[in-house]
């Protein structure tokens, strides 16, 4: 089956990051009801990550252990082999679904993208544009919905939460330069926050923390989740029904004012049996102790531990990998700190590198956990449960991962860069305080 301009009727914009465009089903068709399909574009400005279809000849030296991954042409097929190799035995294939291909035809892609172009932010419009060169697309569950309700029926609500959790630990590596020694104590988050202020691509800055979301402590997971009502960004959304009922389509919310929290209180009322002004409460408490009980961030937060040596580390294992003279020690003076690095074997080379990619795919994947109430005579489910103690009531939940994809090899390169920049304000303050004492 090849997807054609008139199956766009049936395809609704759902959101998107900066890689893909992602629609859903709402049509008849058996084989798409409870679906999303995720559609991979392009930037506009022909930047360099993206565009690349198939593995370059460096990323097959990297990858090439995983079965069928060198020969494949599709970055489609590609990313379902790095989703089903790499990324599912590390957080439990229960909590993922890699999707299935489906082709498309150029028109079909022509036909969503004209139908969804007024719902998309504008500034992820001037970004990137779908693909054309794709011929296929993946076919994945919608998470925002509760499996086997896919058709609501009368009053079966089902409400679904994704979070982008982020970074969850503080680097330690040996390699970090005594004047970024500030990554030791303050998130890469919250410095990041800084520089996107700076930037304008945010108003506000985030009172969410990540470490208190990989803390493990009932309280600080609570306050995550109150900090991301509060300032919700591109890490927190709701969906009711696959409504979106709380968040930013396709890119950033702003900060919560009193309406939108009332809005969103009142669109709980199927869901959370509680009064007006204390459902959203009662909504992160039930959040937080799915997040607690399931202990599904600590399968994340220990795959984005991959990264031991940091980015300072593991950017002159790049260098070794395409075989470029490193760029980083020409302009650092002190070259011997990273000679070690430098005369490791290639294999161990591969490893670190391997192991930041997979590293940040962790750091920035999401995660979607759907809630049902569990009503008086539904029939015992496989699904997990979580008791609301404040409401009274039992919930099912069922949480996946979402966003797993291969990062490019080309990145690392950005990934210092970046890096630098955001250590940059910080360092420089620390060089002022350094003066002034002097
Ligand atoms: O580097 P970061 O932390 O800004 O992460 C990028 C994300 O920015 P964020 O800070 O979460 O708003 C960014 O998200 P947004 O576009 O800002 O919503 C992407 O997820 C990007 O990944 P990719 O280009 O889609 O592979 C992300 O890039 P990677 O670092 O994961 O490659
Ligand atoms: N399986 C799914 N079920 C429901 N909604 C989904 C699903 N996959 C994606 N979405 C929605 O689409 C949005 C964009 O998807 P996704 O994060 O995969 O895009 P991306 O371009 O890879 O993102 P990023 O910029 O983070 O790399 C998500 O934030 C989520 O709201
Ligand atoms: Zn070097």
């Known amino acids: 089956m090849v997807l054609q301009a008139k199956d766009a009727l049936e395809w609704v914009y759902k959101g998107e990051g900066a890689v893909n465009l992602v629609l859903a089903y709402c049509g008849k068709c058996p084989d798409f009801v409870g679906k999303v399909i995720r559609i991979r574009k392009v930037p506009r400005n022909g930047s360099e990550y993206n565009g690349d279809s198939a593995l370059s000849t460096h990323e097959c030296l990297l990858w090439g252990e995983l079965e069928g991954i060198v020969s494949e042409p599709t970055r489609e097929i590609i990313e379902q082999l790095y989703v089903k190799q790499v990324m599912c035995p590390l957080l439990g294939s229960k909590h993922v679904d890699a999707g299935i291909r489906v082709l498309v035809s150029r028109e079909f892609l022509e036909a969503v993208e004209n139908k969804v172009l007024c719902q998309r932010p504008s500034w992820r419009v001037d970004d990137a544009k779908v693909d054309p060169r794709c011929d296929s697309v993946l076919l994945i569950t919608d998470h925002s919905i509760f499996p086997h309700v896919s058709r609501i029926i009368k009053e079966d609500f089902c409400v679904s939460v994704e979070i982008k959790p982020k970074c969850g630990f503080l680097p330690i590596s040996q390699f970090i330069a005594p004047e970024n020694a500030v990554k030791r104590s303050i998130t890469r988050f919250e410095m990041y926050q800084a520089l996107k202020l700076n930037q304008g691509k945010i108003s506000h800055i985030s009172k969410y923390d990540p470490l208190d979301l990989f803390s493990g402590s009932k309280d600080r997971v609570q306050n995550a989740m109150k900090s991301l009502l509060m300032t919700p960004q591109n890490n927190f959304r709701v969906f009711l029904n696959g409504s979106l009922i709380f968040g930013g389509l396709g890119g950033v919310a702003d900060c919560t004012n009193c309406m939108v929290d009332q809005a969103f209180d009142y669109a709980l009322k199927h869901v959370i049996r509680a009064e007006d002004g204390m459902r959203s409460k009662y909504f992160l408490e039930l959040v937080a102790e799915s997040i607690y009980k399931s202990?599904?961030?600590?399968?994340?937060?220990?795959?984005?531990?991959?990264?031991?040596?940091?980015?300072?580390?593991?950017?002159?294992?790049?260098?070794?990998?395409?075989?470029?003279?490193?760029?980083?020690?020409?302009?650092?003076?002190?070259?011997?700190?990273?000679?070690?690095?430098?005369?490791?074997?290639?294999?161990?080379?591969?490893?670190?590198?391997?192991?930041?990619?997979?590293?940040?795919?962790?750091?920035?994947?999401?995660?979607?956990?759907?809630?049902?109430?569990?009503?008086?005579g539904d029939l015992e489910s496989s699904c997990s449960t979580v008791y609301l103690e404040s409401t009274n009531q039992i919930f099912d939940y069922k949480a996946s991962f979402i966003d797993l994809d291969m990062k490019p090899l080309k990145k690392m390169e950005y990934y210092y860069e970046l890096d630098q920049q955001i250590m940059l304000p910080v360092s420089n303050c620390n060089i002022m305080l350094k003066l002034e004492i002097i």
Not at 306 to 325: F, N, R, T
Not at 351 to 373: E, G, H, P, Q
Request: net charge positive; hydrophobic share 35%.
């Open 295 to 376: 202990g599904l961030v600590n399968r994340v937060l220990e795959v984005q531990k991959l990264d031991i040596i940091d980015i300072e580390g593991a950017i002159h294992s790049y260098y070794d990998i395409v075989s470029q003279p490193c760029m980083v020690c020409r302009q650092k003076c002190e070259k011997e700190r990273y000679a070690s690095l430098h005369s490791i074997p290639r294999d161990q080379s591969l490893k670190i590198v391997r192991d930041y990619l997979i590293s940040a795919t962790a750091k920035d994947l999401s995660m979607m956990i759907s809630f049902k109430s569990r009503e008086n």
